[in-house]
Nanobody, 118 residues
Framework: QVQLVESGGGLVQPGGSLRLSCAFS????????MRWFRQRPGKERELVGV????????NYADSVKDRFTAERDTIKNMVYLQMTGLKPEDTAMYCC???????????WGQGTQVTVSS
């Protein structure tokens, strides 16, 4: 069974930075595609970024491209989301998900709140 635990959220001023972490517990971390999602108040959940099982490739939503960077530590079984140039519209609950490459089983963390406000 896979468990995901996010951390690192908080209150930050516009223009600031935060680094979110997602801890993966379970087997075969390398077999999972990892994603970051967010759900802004009154909005549907949206995909923020995807990082491949190797950690070499990543894709991002246009709204965060060039500001957010996803990283994967295959030794520590961790995924990170480095967020810079934060804007009030980035305020959301951020969560990570893990999708098994072959079975397509998908797991979710409980999320961490990011609030961007002066």
């Amino acid at each position: 069974q896979v468990q995901l635990v996010e951390s690192g959220g908080g209150l930050v001023q516009p223009g600031g930075s935060l680094r979110l972490s997602c801890a993966f517990s379970g087997f075969f971390f390398h077999a999972y595609l990892m994603r970051w999602f967010r759900q802004r108040p009154g909005k549907e959940r949206e995909l923020v970024g995807v990082i491949t099982s190797s950690g070499i490739g990543a894709n991002y939503a246009d709204s965060v491209k060039d500001r957010f960077t996803a990283e994967r530590d295959t030794i520590k079984n961790m995924v990170y989301l480095q967020m810079t140039g934060l804007k009030p519209e980035d305020t959301a609950m951020y969560c990570c998900s893990a999708e098994h490459l072959y079975t397509k089983n998908n797991y979710w963390g409980q999320g961490t709140q990011v609030t961007v406000s002066s």
